[in-house]
């Protein structure tokens, strides 16, 4: 019995790990400067996150490319205002990328 406890409790603790990476993007975003010129649904001085994550719905390597955005800058993608760098590693950048591209 107790062994089938701990297997239930090793799946939970599995099966969370999905939402809480999502979590650490949305954590991560809040942490930088990135809310001063994005929100999730509405377009400020960047893109709304989610029209970047429909225009790039089923584009490959897009993780890759938004995350050397992110960490770079770019410009023209979405009007004539650019994005200046971020400072955030490469790591950072990538789980951003991801959590961007995960919004619906
Ligand atoms: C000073 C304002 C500013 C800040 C700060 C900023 N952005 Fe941007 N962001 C922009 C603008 C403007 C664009 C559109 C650039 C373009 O047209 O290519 C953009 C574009 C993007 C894109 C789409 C890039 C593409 O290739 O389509 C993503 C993803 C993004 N930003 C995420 C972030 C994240 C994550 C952060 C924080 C680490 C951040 N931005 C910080 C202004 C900003």
Redesign the pocket.
């Known amino acids: 019995m107790k062994n089938i406890l701990f297997s239930l409790f090793a799946l939970t603790a599995a099966l969370s790990v999905q939402p809480a990476m999502a979590q650490d993007g949305q954590e991560l975003?809040k942490s930088?400067?990135?809310a001063?010129?994005?929100s999730i649904d509405t377009k400020l001085?960047?893109?709304a996150?989610k029209d970047?994550a429909a225009?790039?719905a089923g584009v490959a390597g897009a993780v890759d490319?938004?995350a050397s955005?992110?960490k770079n800058g770019?410009?023209?993608?979405?009007?004539?205002?650019?994005?200046?760098a971020?400072?955030?590693t490469d790591e950072?950048?990538k789980t951003?990328?991801t959590w961007?591209l995960s919004l619906k």
């Open positions: 975003f930088k400067p990135c001063a010129c994005h001085v960047g893109p996150l970047v225009k790039n490319t938004l955005h992110i770019t410009q023209g993608n979405w009007g004539p205002m650019p994005m200046p971020n400072p955030v950072e950048a951003l990328a961007v």
